[in-house]
């Protein structure tokens, strides 16, 4: 509240509210973001490694990634081929990771 009420009247302006959430979602990322992000990453590749990510993100984020991939399964797959776009979808709540 004291972002939004910063005299501690108890009352928030719709004007402060939308100043507020502005602010808040201006720098949110989306699935689809993350997703094209990876994409970059991954080399214009529907999947991407273990390699890719220990050489591209720093290493508890890549940890991170790695430990909640699941094995990519496309028909472009090779060995050790990680999901990045179902990865994606379950970190912003759009489906189970």
């Known amino acids: 509240m004291s972002i939004v009420d910063p005299n501690r009247i108890g009352v928030v302006t719709f004007q402060a509210f939308i100043d507020f959430m502005s602010r808040e979602t201006a720098d949110t990322d989306t699935a689809d973001q993350v997703m094209a992000s ?3 990453l991954a080399g214009d590749k529907n999947y991407i490694t273990v390699d890719e990510l220990r050489r591209e993100l720093p290493p508890d984020q890549a940890e991170y990634c790695i430990a909640r991939m699941a094995p990519y399964t496309g028909l472009d ?21």
């Open 38 to 40: 990876f994409k970059i």
């Open 77 to 97: 797959s090779v060995p050790g081929a990680l999901d990045y776009m179902s990865f994606s979808t379950a970190l912003y709540g759009e489906s189970d990771l």
